[in-house]
């Protein structure tokens, strides 16, 4: 079972409060029934039980160091078990191992055998089969064995009663959500990504061609250090890339990203353009990586308001980089992990985190949170709730001012093993997340989700090295009915930002804005070295895209997906002109009723850019001129165009723009951008343009 101390997952469910039992008491129970390691019993082979007992102190070494080490005791009792299976101790000290390792589905083999031999071998040895049993979804046995151990328990024993008792929960919890599971594909990424050690954490691309992870894999160099703590590597951050249908080899991120101590994922910007990762100093804190000409850059630690004296060890941000959602154990919780979020006022600060609350936050931790670049779905990990067991990924929206009350994913997606660090691409169809899941390659790895329609029957492959299912799965695709999880109606835009003339990569900005609601949706960067960007956008929103860059005037255009259902990608390749006379541009996002020239609502974020432009360039004269489609008559078109670019004109002079600055021109139907035969075509052409006539 792994824990992953250091990145504040706390990752090992089911454990409990209930911990390690003194090693040195262990020997002074009764072993009772069985063939115990007593040197008189085994006179006809003193140089195997010389062995046997030589392989039981190595075990021993690490057993007594805790559960983080149980896992290498293993091959060690095995060994001397496979000399004597008629030890109850030894059976009892190897399933409870197992229990924390990757072999829990032999564990039960091995309690059930200790407590055959002496039924009293140990205090807790009820406690671990129940454990056994849980892990394995015999839900039923488990309950027994939980009960068996509470009977055993005196009043005084507060901490372990309610242990058991929240145990029992969950196997009530994991019966009910198995009898309907829900319609998924679940699918290991393979050798590419999971390796014999855990990987989590995974961090997705928004057009799904790149995963970010963590990896605690052993060390290349033999002299790199471990951590003390449990044994392992420490962490550090892999990428791969899909392509041809496969992912590439991981490889370590390196330096500045990786440093000699624990570098883990915790969040990236919907734009792909800020990492967040976690570190170790101050307790665990966050620190953010933004990419300058094609690589990331030195983290940096977040701010006060959002790092504190507690553990900060996830983080995710709306697609306006506005709102920062974050993990912490910060004194002032509801319990010892809560989601916070912080905003970013006018002035770039971030402001006090606020807790999310009661309907998100428990006693228990909440971990591994997601938000969904709408701002609107949150997912997040927990051991509280509903959970069946330890970690369960939750799902809530945020509606009329609160959030909903979290709905557990379900059975098979939930384990009643560690399941957390949800994440979702563009397509909402799939979804990536790490599981501590039954015939992976390591303690934890890395799975994808792909969502079935309600008549694809439920498959899980946790078969390693493969990627089988994953091609044909995201073809069949359908929203999941039983649970919500994922809506697929969204779009993703993409494309490249380049200079008109020499058609060079540019550093821009690119915003989305609700023109309905003149807000302010997303604001990203493009790739200084490669111009390129990519964004997430929601249904049923009329978006106005402004491309702005230094020198340049801005580029404009609409994205109308208030009647779209369904997932689609949009490429937009744009080129900026350089201010200079005769330059000019379209204005996308300037609205009139039909047949009339009095501007719309929707056109003030639009002209409002236009006055932001000629202030900040308070020596350039402009043109503002109309134009039309080929429909109607001509003398009709001109004065409908000239009226209607006097309209913004005067718009522009009543908000502080010199009129000697401006003037207007109705062009009609002249100088058509589009075929005039097409309603895409005639829409083009309906156009309002801004020309620069002097510097």
């Known amino acids: 079972m792994s824990y ?43 140089k195997g039980y010389r062995k046997a007992m030589d392989s039981i102190k190595k075990g021993d070494s690490y057993y007594i160091r805790g559960s983080h080490f149980y896992r290498n005791a293993i091959p060690y009792y095995l060994s001397a078990e496979n ?32 407590i055959q031999l002496n039924p009293v071998i140990a205090v807790d040895v009820h406690y671990y089969l129940g454990r056994a049993y849980h ?99 420490f962490e ?25 101590s624990h570098d883990a994922t915790a969040g990236l910007s919907p734009d792909g353009q800020t990492l967040y990762i976690y570190r170790v100093k101050n307790n665990g804190d966050i620190y953010a990586s933004h990419i300058i000409n094609a690589k990331w850059a030195k983290p940096k630690r977040m701010s006060h308001l959002i790092n504190s004296v507690g553990k900060e060890s996830s983080a995710s941000i709306t697609a306006d980089g506005k709102i920062l959602y974050f993990t912490s154990d910060r004194p002032g919780g509801y319990g010892r992990g809560d989601i916070y979020k912080s905003t970013l006022d006018d002035k770039g600060r971030w402001t006090i985190a606020q807790n999310l609350g009661p309907s998100i936050n428990t006693l228990y931790d909440e971990e591994s949170v997601f938000i969904q670049p709408d701002g609107k779905t949150l997912y997040f990990s927990s051991l509280g709730h509903n959970t069946m067991g330890g970690y369960d990924i939750f799902k809530s929206s945020f509606d009329n001012g609160q959030w909903s009350a979290p709905e557990n994913l379900g059975y098979p997606i939930n384990t009643p093993d560690d399941d957390a660090f949800f994440v979702m691409p563009a397509n909402t169809k799939h979804a990536y997340y790490s599981s501590s899941q039954q015939g992976g390659t390591g303690e934890m790895d890395i799975y994808m989700i792909t969502f079935l329609g309600p008549e694809k029957p439920v498959v899980i492959s946790t078969t390693p090295n493969t990627l089988s299912g994953i091609t044909s ?75 702005k860059a230094n020198n340049y005037l801005f580029y404009s255009a609409n994205v109308d997906l208030t009647d779209s259902s369904h997932y689609r990608e949009i490429q937009k390749n744009i080129t900026l002109q350089a201010l200079a006379v005769g330059s000019h541009m379209a204005l996308r996002n300037i609205f009139f009723d039909y047949n009339k020239s009095t501007l719309r609502k929707e ?41 209607r670019a006097k309209s913004v004109v005067t718009y522009l002079v009543a908000h502080g723009i010199g009129a000697k600055r401006l003037t207007s021109k109705g062009y009609g139907s002249a100088n058509p951008v589009a075929d005039n035969t097409t309603d895409e075509g005639r829409q083009m052409n309906r156009r309002t343009e801004f020309k620069i006539t002097g510097r």
């Not at 008559?633 to 409908?640: E, H, R």
């Open 473 to 547: 799965n995201i073809a069949d695709v359908m929203t999941n009915e039983a649970v919500s999880v994922a809506v697929s109606n969204k779009a993703l835009l993409t494309g490249i930002v380049v200079d008109s003339e020499t058609h060079k990569p540019l550093l821009a900005s690119v915003e989305l804005v609700d023109n309905k609601k003149n807000k302010v949706v997303a604001d990203i960067t493009t790739d200084s070295t490669t111009g390129k960007y990519s964004i997430t956008l929601s249904s049923g929103i009329n978006y106005g895209i402004a491309v």
């Open 4 to 46: 992953k101390v250091y990145k504040g997952y706390k990752i090992g469910k089911g454990i409990g409060l209930l911990l390690i039992l003194c090693f040195m008491g262990f020997t002074q129970l009764s072993w009772g029934q069985g063939k115990e390691f007593v040197k008189k019993n085994f006179k006809d082979n003193p």
């Open 83 to 114: 000399f004597n299976p008629d030890d109850a101790m030894l059976n009892y000290k190897i399933g409870k191992c197992m229990v924390y390792s990757s072999y829990k589905k032999r564990a039960t083999t091995y309690l059930e055998k200790a």
């Open 135 to 233: 892990l394995n979804m015999d839900w039923e046995k488990a309950k027994q064995e939980y009960n068996t151990y509470l009977q055993s328990l005196t009043v005084d024993k507060v901490t372990e009663i309610n242990d058991v008792r929240k145990k029992i929960e969950e196997c009530n919890n994991g019966k009910l959500l198995c009898q309907t599971p829900i319609r998924v594909h679940i699918d290991n990424l393979g050798a590419a990504i999971n390796t014999k050690y855990s990987e989590y954490g995974p961090l997705i691309s928004s057009n799904d061609s790149e995963i970010i992870f963590t990896s605690r894999a052993a060390p290349l160099s033999p002299k790199a250090k471990t951590d003390p703590i449990d044994g392992e590597s």
């Open 603 to 643: 056109s003030t974020p639009e002209i409002q850019r236009v006055i932001d432009l000629l202030k900040q360039y308070p020596t350039i004269t402009v043109e503002i001129a109309g134009y039309t489609d080929n429909k109607g008559g001509a003398t009709y078109n001109l004065n409908l165009s000239a009226a």
């Open 236 to 260: 550090h951050l892999f990428v791969s890339y899909y392509k041809k249908g496969e992912w590439t080899p991981s490889v370590s991120m390196g330096s500045p990203l990786n440093n000699k």
